[in-house]
């Protein structure tokens, strides 16, 4: 497996995921046709297939124009169907299809859109999980409420520690000041923080990240932690709760 990153519109990443023995060639999200063709170009790949995580504009603007110029087969969320233009198959959380010979697991993970789902590649330990989970942050809660959310990022959660997180924006910069917080005592976060700030400042991408480091930074996907709780005096609330406070203070960060 062959992974080529770069920027679309403002701040979307755009991800090519190439299988050299098929020469089957996906992108995740479809953000904005240039910076697709030109990484495309560049690589000397064909575009097989979209896989689609959500139904934003920001994630499937360039949809139709790369299924007219390359044929590629669209793949995205069931929930969202009608919502996806261009949409060839629509995957349900718990299905499996095959990218040449890897297994691709679908989790449906509800929060920022009703039917948001990200793409689990097994054996290569790869997550895309475009506006689910983000460098030291989630996705905004635009469509479920809070609670909902927390499920979903419990899903991403037991994976393998190892596994290499792709997220949908360069957000990494904004969630790591906020996170400290909420967590500011973390001495592995205040850390990573300095590298943070040290690659954008070197207009370096923060991207990937993996579950382990999001475990232990991440203030989300951490919400019952005793520490993060007493920061926030919320030591009798529920994690949903906990989470809910969580990302409502960053709403308004």
């Not at 297939?49 to 299924?67: P, S």
């Not at 990022?153 to 290499?164: F, G, H, I, R, S």
């Not at 997220?167 to 976060?189: I, K, M, Q, W």
């Not at 951490?222 to 809910?244: S, Y």
Request: glycine share 6%; with cysteine; proline share 4%.
């Amino acid at each position: 497996m062959e992974l080529d990153v770069f920027l679309c519109r403002t701040d979307n990443f755009g991800v090519l995921v190439h299988d050299a023995e098929t020469g089957f060639t996906a992108a995740i999200d479809a953000p904005e046709e240039a910076p697709i063709l030109e990484a495309a170009t560049r690589r000397g790949w064909k575009i097989t297939h979209i896989f689609t995580t959500h139904h934003h504009t920001d994630h499937v603007a360039a949809n139709l124009a790369l299924k007219e110029r390359f044929g590629c087969e669209i793949i995205g969320p069931i929930n969202e169907a009608v919502a996806i233009p261009g949409l060839d198959r629509a995957m349900a959380g718990g299905d499996s299809f095959l990218f040449g010979d890897h297994t691709v697991n679908v989790i449906e993970t509800p929060g920022h859109t009703a039917g948001h789902i990200c793409y689990h590649f097994v054996d290569d330990k790869l997550l895309f999980a475009a506006d689910t989970l983000f460098a030291l942050g989630c996705g905004r809660l635009f469509e479920r409420p809070a609670a909902d959310m927390w499920h979903s990022l419990q899903k991403l959660a037991v994976l393998p520690d190892e596994t290499a997180v792709y997220f949908g924006h360069e957000y990494t910069l904004s969630n790591a000041r906020f996170a400290l917080t909420v967590d500011p005592d973390n001495e592995r976060l205040k850390r990573r923080a300095a590298e943070i700030e040290a690659l954008r400042a070197e207009g370096k991408f923060t991207i990937p990240t993996t579950l382990g480091l999001e475990k232990e930074t991440n203030p989300f996907l951490r919400a019952a932690d005793p520490v993060i709780r007493r920061n926030l005096v919320m030591e009798g609330k529920t994690n949903e709760e906990v989470f809910a406070e969580i990302r409502k203070r960053k709403d308004n960060f």
